[in-house]
Every structure is written in C-alpha cells, then in structure tokens.
C-alpha cells in the first residue's frame, strides 16, 4: 500500500487595477474550473518565492507586492488527496500575460 502524503501549494492572486488574472484548468484536479496562478512548495523555498516562481513559469510576467491572504486544509478522501495552500496576493508589475503550460491551463 502506498504512503498518503500531504502536499503543501501556493495559490496566488495576481491583481491589476481592480482585476484578478485567472487561468481555465484543463486537466486533473478541478478540471475546467477557473484558478489562480500556483503549484507545489519546493523544499527550502519561502512562500514569497514560491509564489514568483509559479506566477513566472505559469504567467510570464512579473509582480510586486507579494502578501500572504490565508492558508486552506483540504482533505479529498475519495480521491485519497491531502492539500494544505497557502495562499497570497500581488500587484501585476510588467510582462505579456499569457499561459505557458498549455497542457495544464487553456487560458
């Protein structure tokens, strides 16, 4: 039998004047539903830095301003999934905002 682990993300909500960047998920978990930009802490990474990484591998573009909001503890036992997110909020900075990982976000 296989170890259930928790997995620890980062969500982040880009904001331009008045504006939240959103992407289409287009595969696994919450398939075709709207989500911030966001993935899995790396081990040494603070959340300020995961959240640059994620925004700038997903997004392309740069932010300022980066602020933690609030932490969620999601249990999905039918799917035998565990995810603690903590999430944060910044300001769009620069950069064209498109999606990098066209197999994971449609747009």
């Not at 709207?34 to 802490?41: D, M, P, T």
Request: charged content about 30%; glycine content about 8%; proline content about 2%.
């Amino acid at each position: 039998m296989r170890k259930l682990q928790v997995k620890v993300g980062v969500g982040v909500l880009i904001l331009n004047k008045n504006k939240i960047l959103l992407g289409k998920r287009i595969d696994g978990h919450n398939k075709n539903t709207w989500q911030s930009a966001g993935g899995n802490l790396e081990f040494g990474e603070s959340f300020e830095e995961c959240a640059q990484r994620e925004i700038k591998e997903e997004v392309g573009i740069k932010v300022k301003n980066i602020q933690y909001i609030t932490v969620t503890n999601d249990i999905f036992s039918k799917d035998h999934k565990h995810y603690v997110t903590i999430f944060m909020s910044c300001e769009y900075q620069s950069g064209a905002r498109k999606p990098l990982e066209p197999k994971k976000c449609s747009e």
